[in-house]
């Protein structure tokens, strides 16, 4: 039976003075990423800069401020995913005048390493020592690079990195928050298992084949980053797969169903991040006296990582990703972001406070060359009417 819903707890703003403090710890840390050593002397480069900075720091002091999750984090997601796409394309088109990759540069190893790609490429490096990626082991956007971003992340959010590091997630979070109410309301709990599936699938058939089976065939992400020359017909056809997952799961069913549906019902690294999630400090728990079940938070949460059973046993699935929409949907406060192995009566925004330090700085370390870049670009557009 529904319990009583009109004892809505109301958040508690916190102080001026202590949001300042708190935050003072963050704007160094930016400060310090973002110019690394040096303030840039042409006015594009400044403006940016200065921009990026003010940009990330009024988004976490509203965190810290008003007690809200993912209503900042996901503008600083979605503007990530945006500038990401505009930089990379536009970098692909000023270097090889196309989105295409071409024979030539896979055999250079010039294709970008993203962390997708990581699943398949484990047991093949185990067998045989090499990465079956044409990308380069060291530098920008390198296979050594993703690796160690990729572990260190993990072992700090575990799969957090979904909803705070993925510069991917942005895109389909944003698709998802179009429409005020979903149109596909039910989605059968059985599809939840597939990214498991998929996951298993691709590194199989990446350890037989020793070739990135995700990355010939399945990923959606190949549509706004680059993809093979068409050369042949099954180029074409892995094209359209490409294309086809891009519209499908990243734009048309997130709009219709207000749910990240390529990371809660496709994509193997989520899977595989699900484990991670395992062994992360941190995670999102209920306090079942609070709870009244009026199930704002499963309607709510873009993953489908909390249902009626979840509400249940106090705590949500492993498949989680940190976002916060639960913990800021909940009129109760009865969801709250906790320290595994501390006391769950404990006061609930210092876990929340503890988790977004390294959560809002891992996002802006991420995003910080993106957003820069874009800005300067866009700029660039504007006055000379060419991103270069
Ligand atoms: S935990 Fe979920 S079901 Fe319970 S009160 Fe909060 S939003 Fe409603
Ligand atoms: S359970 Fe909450 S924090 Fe976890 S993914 Fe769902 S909405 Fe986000």
């Known amino acids: 039976m529904k319990k009583d819903t009109t004892a809505v707890f109301a958040i ?70 945006v500038c990401f796409v505009f930089s990379f394309i536009s970098n692909l088109i000023a270097v090889r005048g196309s989105m295409a990759l071409s024979r030539a540069t896979m055999i250079e190893g010039g294709a970008p390493f993203c962390h997708l790609v990581i699943p398949m490429t484990i047991i093949p490096a185990a067998l045989t020592k090499t990465i079956i990626f044409p990308g380069k082991i060291l530098g920008r956007y390198s ?35 179009i429409l005020k109410k979903p149109i596909i309301k039910n989605i059968n709990k059985k599809w939840t298992y597939l990214p498991y599936a998929v996951l298993l699938g691709i590194v199989l058939m ?82 079942q006296d609070k709870c009244v079940q009026c199930n704002k938070c499963i309607k709510a949460c873009p993953t489908f990582s909390i249902d009626e059973e979840s509400l249940g046993r106090g705590r949500v699935k492993t498949s989680c990703t940190k976002c916060g929409k639960c913990v800021d949907a909940c009129p109760q406060q009865a969801l709250f972001y906790h320290v595994k192995g501390t006391s769950l009566v404990s006061k609930l925004d210092r876990y929340r406070l503890l988790f977004l330090y390294p959560a809002f700085l891992v996002l802006a370390i991420i995003s910080s060359r993106f957003v820069q870049d874009a800005i300067v670009k866009t700029i660039n557009l504007i006055t000379t009417g060419t991103t270069i």
């Open 206 to 287: 990446s350890a037989l084949t020793l070739s990135p089976t995700y990355c010939k065939w399945l990923c959606p992400f190949k549509t706004v980053t680059e993809y093979v020359e068409i050369t042949s017909v099954k180029v074409l056809i892995q094209t359209i797969i490409f294309v086809s997952l891009f519209i499908g799961l990243v734009v048309v069913l997130p709009i219709l169903t207000k749910r990240r549906t390529q990371c809660g019902l496709f994509c193997p690294l989520g899977a595989l991040q699900s484990v991670t999630n395992k062994t992360n400090v941190f995670e999102i728990r209920l306090d």
């Open 143 to 177: 296979i050594a690079g993703m690796f160690v971003l990729w572990i260190g992340v993990s072992l700090a959010l575990g799969r957090g990195l979904c909803s705070w590091f993925c510069f991917f997630g942005g895109l389909e979070d944003g698709f998802s928050r």
């Open 12 to 81: 508690k703003k916190r102080s001026l003075f202590k949001t300042v403090l708190l935050c003072l710890p963050m704007m160094f840390l930016t400060f310090m990423m973002l110019t690394q050593g040096s303030i840039p002397t042409d006015g594009e480069r400044l403006f940016a800069l200065i921009a990026t900075f003010l940009f990330f720091n009024i988004l976490f002091f509203l965190m810290v401020r008003t007690g809200k999750t993912d209503r900042f984090r996901s503008i600083l997601f979605i503007t990530l995913a």
